[in-house]
């Protein structure tokens, strides 16, 4: 069974950090396309960022604009967990963040949500 479980998420000031924390459990972690989504209340789910899994055809990592420069994805494959590095947070990084993977063997970011398992995310406040 896949289990994702998100923590780290918190309330900060405007200007500073948070790391999110996905343990993934239940599949092989490496397989496939891992990532974080957000939503705010009110506002559709986005995708945040995403790492492509090592076994995918095009490889790499993602980032919406929102977060570029701000926000580093990152993996460790012996922890079976992905980690979100959230620097310079903005009152509009407001949000519930997810966990979430691609169930498609080799699978690319961006994340297909249609094709996806959550985790039952973490929130993140960000005050001004």
């Known amino acids: 069974e896949v289990q994702l479980v998100e923590s780290g998420g918190g309330l900060v000031q405007a200007g500073g950090s948070l790391r999110l924390s996905c343990a993934a459990s239940?599949?092989?972690?490496?397989?496939?396309?891992i990532g974080w989504f957000r939503q705010a209340p009110g506002k559709e789910r986005e995708g945040v960022s995403c790492?492509?899994?090592?076994?995918?055809?095009?490889?790499?990592?993602y980032y919406a604009d929102s977060v570029k420069g701000r926000f580093t994805v990152s993996g460790d494959n012996a922890k079976n967990t992905v980690y979100l590095r959230m620097n310079n947070l903005k009152p509009e990084d407001t949000a519930v963040y997810y966990c979430?993977?691609?169930?498609?063997?080799?699978?690319?970011?961006?994340?297909?949500?249609?094709?996806?398992?959550w985790g039952q995310g973490t929130q993140v406040t960000v005050s001004s």
């Open positions: 790492i492509s899994s090592s076994r995918s055809r095009y490889g790499g990592t």
């Open positions: 979430a993977i691609d169930l498609s063997i080799g699978s690319s970011c961006p994340i297909r949500t249609t094709a996806a398992a």
């Open positions: 239940g599949f092989t972690f490496d397989d496939y396309a």
